[in-house]
């Protein structure tokens, strides 16, 4: 168990709507990212949070938005769905920002699929 | 060209088998290197860690690093059907984000 907890596991919605995926870091770690993982593309990094502040942005889509509140923990919004969003979205932390490299701890996952 | 190119698999060999996991970058900046496992419906979790070029060791474990070749590889001796799993390389300049290659599938048949 790497401390990082991610809901909801598995969500299942239409194309168009609108989906919030939520991830608590790992007790102490300041920082949060967020990935996307699919078959063809890989771990993809989308955006990276430190202490409530956005500190690194990836590939992310406009229909994307992410936020980290006062407790650390983050919502990563995903509005106007499209079939190709299905993918793995994953939330990791670490206690540094990206102003250092260190080990990131991932949690499970949430699955998403678009119909 | 991609950043961090990973021979894309599935890879499967029999338990006891030495199995050699690759991978190429472009980007010279690079100065961190990692292996990540990841098992099924699971996230992806640190195995490795090396910042020099060389080798480092961790039980049956070995990572190596080329920096002037720009390749990175993960051995694993003596491999057994618990190692079976994605297997990641990630690797980062000071100070920044870490790049993933695609992973590549292992499978170790008992």
């Known amino acids: 168990d790497s401390g990082v907890t991610q809901t909801p596991k598995h969500l299942i919605t239409a194309t168009g709507q609108r989906v919030t995926l939520r991830c608590s870091p790992r007790?102490?770690?300041?920082?949060v990212y967020w990935y996307q993982q699919s078959l063809d593309q890989g771990l993809q990094f989308l955006i990276q949070?430190?202490?409530?502040?956005?500190?690194a942005k990836g590939n992310i889509l406009e229909r994307f938005s992410a936020q980290q509140f006062p407790d650390l923990h983050s919502e990563l919004n995903l509005s106007s769905l499209e079939l190709g969003d299905s993918a793995l979205y994953f939330c990791?932390?670490?206690?540094?920002?990206?102003?250092?490299?260190?080990?990131?701890?991932f949690g499970e996952g949430s699955r998403l699929t678009v119909l | 060209q991609k950043e961090v190119e990973q021979d894309p698999g599935p890879l499967s060999v029999p338990e006891g088998a030495i199995v050699s996991l690759n991978c190429t970058y472009s980007?010279?900046?690079?100065?961190?290197f990692m292996w990540y496992r990841q098992y099924s419906r699971k996230g992806p979790e640190l195995l490795m860690y090396?910042?020099?070029?060389g080798n480092k060791e961790d039980g049956r474990f070995t990572a190596q690093v080329d920096k002037s070749s720009k390749y990175i590889s993960l051995f694993i001796r003596d491999s057994q059907p618990s190692d079976s799993a994605t297997y990641l390389c990630a690797m980062s300049p000071p100070n920044s984000k870490l790049t993933f290659g695609k992973g590549i599938t292992l499978s170790v048949r008992p």
């Open positions: 007790s102490g770690d300041l920082s």
């Open positions: 990791a932390s670490s206690v540094r920002d990206s102003r250092s490299t260190g080990e990131l701890f």
């Open positions: 949070y430190y202490n409530g502040e956005e500190r």
């Open positions: 980007n010279s900046a690079f100065q961190y």
């Open positions: 090396t910042y020099s070029s």
